[in-house]
């Protein structure tokens, strides 16, 4: 038998008029009061624990009122206005110009060297360029798309491994291969590689 | 995070990592029921606000030494019970009442001067009966009338024999049909 059954019984037994009847509380609660009910307690007992703690390091401080003696001037939160400057734009690392141009020559540096050795006699480096081959291509094989996509971005900004090989010798071809470069693609990439500067001649 | 057994929510609170959490979670499975029974004993919202919230702060403190000897909830109702039972007594002593009956008139006013009080209606006259009873009555009626506790429960909560509690029961719901039959 249910507890309000047994209840409901009970009345009946002794000829209440209650008997039959469903209990119902007349009073009202203010609305949202259980749900911020917690709040209200667990902010108590926090004060609560301050307190205790004060009370036995500094029970003097407990009767100091807590509150800041500074004065505000007359609608002080209502007026002000914090300006709200624009974000820098964030750019991913690969995006970046200069590690752009940094990944392209490895790539190229990389791509000259293996044929290098390819033209090498046979039975010197020739094996040693061939065991470099076979490295890298295994190498290509491990990358992920993700990856594989980020070196055709690099293989697309339109520099070569041939170009890069003549880049320090001839300053004709450097002038012309710098040439396709805007003006503020350079001052970009100067401003963007100057902490690199700065931490390595802090290093050095 | 779901509900949890009380069990749990014990094991919980002892790690310090998760007491808040499980406190929290104690504190939502019981409020309503605990808000209820002290709003009968004391009647008003301010007053229940102010017990509860007492109450609530006491089982923070005093869970650690929770032994599961007895039910979580008949231990919650004991810590609440008497805390009313505190703040009824103090407000006696406050407002120089010393009768018991004084005291319930005091509390049938409460009643009566609530914003939503409708003499006519069946359920304001069974508060206004309610507070007539002695404190004694009073709980044990509410417990078992509203709260539909079983009377070994309410034996631990109220650390009274079945007996007397059944016979206390018996007397408080005569006495309220008296009122109601008489108002």
Not at chain 1, 56 to 65: H, R
Not at chain 2, 64 to 86: H, K, M, P, V
Not at chain 2, 88 to 107: M, N, V
Request: net charge negative; with cysteine; hydrophobic share 35%.
């Amino acid at each position: 038998m249910s507890d309000r059954l047994s209840i409901q019984n009970e009345l009946k037994e002794l000829n209440s008029p209650l008997s039959g009847q469903v209990p119902r509380m007349p009073y009202a609660v203010p609305t949202g009061y259980f749900e911020t009910l917690t709040g209200q307690v667990l902010s108590r007992i926090r004060q609560e624990e301050v307190d205790d703690e004060l009370a036995s390091l500094a029970p003097g401080l407990l009767k100091t009122s807590r509150q800041t003696p500074y004065a505000l001037p007359t609608d002080y939160f209502k007026s002000v206005q914090i300006p709200v400057t624009p974000s820098a734009p964030v750019v991913p690392l690969f995006r970046r110009t200069w590690f752009r141009y940094t990944s392209a020559v490895a790539a190229m540096l990389l791509g000259v060297t293996i044929w290098l050795n390819q033209d090498a006699p046979s039975g010197t480096t020739g094996s040693a360029g061939a065991a470099v081959v076979i490295q890298y291509k295994e190498d290509l094989q491990k990358l992920d798309e993700g990856q594989k996509d980020l070196l055709q971005e690099f293989v697309e900004a339109g520099m070569t491994g041939e170009e890069t090989a003549q880049l320090e010798k001839s300053p004709a071809l450097q002038a012309s291969l710098l040439a396709d470069i805007s003006e503020e693609e350079l001052t970009d990439f100067l401003e963007q590689s100057e902490p690199i500067t700065s931490s390595t001649e802090m290093n050095n | 995070m779901p509900l949890q057994s009380d069990a749990e929510l014990l094991q919980a609170f002892r790690v310090p990592e998760t007491r808040e959490s499980a406190y929290t979670q104690l504190i939502r499975k019981y409020q309503e029921r605990l808000y209820w029974h002290i709003r009968r004993l004391v009647v008003g919202h301010d007053d229940a606000n102010d017990v509860l919230q007492n109450v609530l702060i006491r089982v923070w403190k005093g869970l650690d030494g929770f032994r599961s000897d007895s039910q979580l909830f008949t231990w919650l109702y004991r810590i609440a019970t008497n805390e009313c039972l505190t703040f009824l007594e103090q407000q006696k002593r406050r407002l120089s009442i010393s009768l018991d009956q004084e005291g319930s008139a005091h509390l049938a006013d409460r009643v009566r001067a609530d914003q939503h009080f409708d003499a006519d209606k069946a359920e304001w006259k069974l508060q206004l009966a309610i507070q007539e009873l002695p404190e004694k009555q009073r709980l044990v009626f509410t417990l078992r009338y509203y709260d539909e506790m079983p009377y070994g429960e309410m034996s631990q909560v109220l650390e009274t024999s079945e007996g007397a509690l059944k016979a206390s029961y018996h007397h408080a719901v005569k006495k309220v049909e008296d009122f109601l039959l008489n108002h």
